[in-house]
Nanobody, 119 residues
């Protein structure tokens, strides 16, 4: 069984920064793509960023492009989300997810970590 554990959330003032981490574990951890999603209160879950595990360019939602950076450490089975110039509208629970096959959706999800940006 694959487990994804996020960390790094918290409370930050607008304009500040946070770095989220997502560590994958399990004998069958075999991801092709790692992604970050978020869900704000009363809103649907939305895509934030994703990065291919074996190489290739990351991609971002327009709302975070230029402010957030996704990266990975394959040796540690960990994906990161560096969030800069945070805005109150970035407030949400952030989830990481793993896709074991490209184009087939995400198979595993973490439990989420809360990010709150105060104005």
């Amino acid at each position: 069984q694959v487990q994804l554990v996020e960390s790094g959330g918290g409370l930050v003032q607008a304009g500040g920064s946070l770095r989220l981490s997502c560590a994958g574990s399990g004998r069958t951890f075999n991801t092709q793509l790692m992604g970050w999603f978020r869900q704000a209160p009363g809103k649907e879950c939305e895509f934030v960023a994703a990065i291919p595990w074996s190489g290739g360019s990351p991609y971002y939602a327009d709302s975070v492009k230029g402010r957030f950076t996704i990266s990975r450490d394959n040796a540690k089975n960990t994906v990161y989300l560096q969030m800069n110039r945070l805005k109150p509208e970035d407030t949400a629970v952030y989830y990481c997810a793993s896709a074991t096959r490209l184009g087939a959706g995400y198979d595993y999800w973490g439990q989420g970590t809360q990010v709150t940006v105060s104005s």
